[in-house]
């Protein structure tokens, strides 16, 4: 699987759009790019994933470039309980998704 | 939330003693995944299974076994615990190509 590049903290203010970026650029034409975040201590949670479409569902969007090197997850309004550690990570197609996950962003949303 | 519990969410145990870490899930998925998460680290895999009595190894199985003898329960068991074995472990359960649900975790604890 790619690995993934992502800047280590972010802030965002409450009500603003939050953009997380994340470098990919050895993803293959069959990997996937997943997005997860995990509040304090909690399990993981699933938020979004695409291949080459941008994609957009009720927790977040999904922005990939055209050459597939590099993509942002957009949260449009965040609010404070949407900080958390927001992990991108590029997945092969296929049965048993093994997860590789980076240290991620440590995404802090503030009044 | 997906239904996965993981039990004991929390333990303290001394070096050399077993230990068995269990996930079940009530979703009848087919895969099953244990992770271990450590201060610095992302979540790193441990084993997965994909399928009652399938399973192979993760990025760090050394010190860790699995078993999965039906659908809903997937073992993990630390057959001599070390105190490096200290950490917060994960249990995810996926589909075929779909995204992870993960537990709550259980934090474990090795003088």
């Known amino acids: 699987d790619a690995k993934t590049t992502q800047p280590p903290s972010m802030d965002c203010a409450e009500g603003r759009a939050a953009n997380l970026p994340c470098n990919h650029s050895t993803i293959s034409g069959n990997e996937y790019v997943y997005w997860y975040r995990q509040i304090h201590s909690q399990g993981p949670q699933y938020i979004i994933h695409g291949l080459k479409n941008n994609e957009t569902n009720e927790m977040a969007s999904l922005i990939i470039t055209e050459d597939r090197k590099s993509s942002t997850l957009i949260l449009p309004h965040a609010t404070l309980r949407d900080t958390a550690v927001y992990y991108c990570i590029a997945q092969g197609a296929g049965g048993g998704n093994k997860l590789t996950f980076g240290t991620g962003t440590q995404l802090k949303v503030e009044l | 939330d997906a239904g996965i519990t993981q039990s004991p969410r929390h333990k303290v145990t001394e070096t050399g003693t077993p230990v068995t870490l269990r996930c079940h899930q009530t979703e009848n998925h087919r895969y099953m995944y244990w992770y271990r998460q450590d201060p610095g680290h992302g979540l790193r895999l441990i084993h997965y299974s994909y399928g009652v009595k399938d399973t192979d190894k993760g990025e760090v199985s050394d010190g860790y076994s699995v078993s999965r003898s039906k659908t809903e329960d997937f073992l993990l068991t630390l057959e001599s615990a070390t105190s490096s074995q200290t950490s917060v472990y994960f249990c995810?359960?996926?589909?075929?190509?779909?995204?992870?649900?993960f537990g709550p975790g259980t934090r474990l604890t090795v003088l």
């Open positions: 995810a359960i996926s589909q075929q190509d779909n995204e992870q649900f």
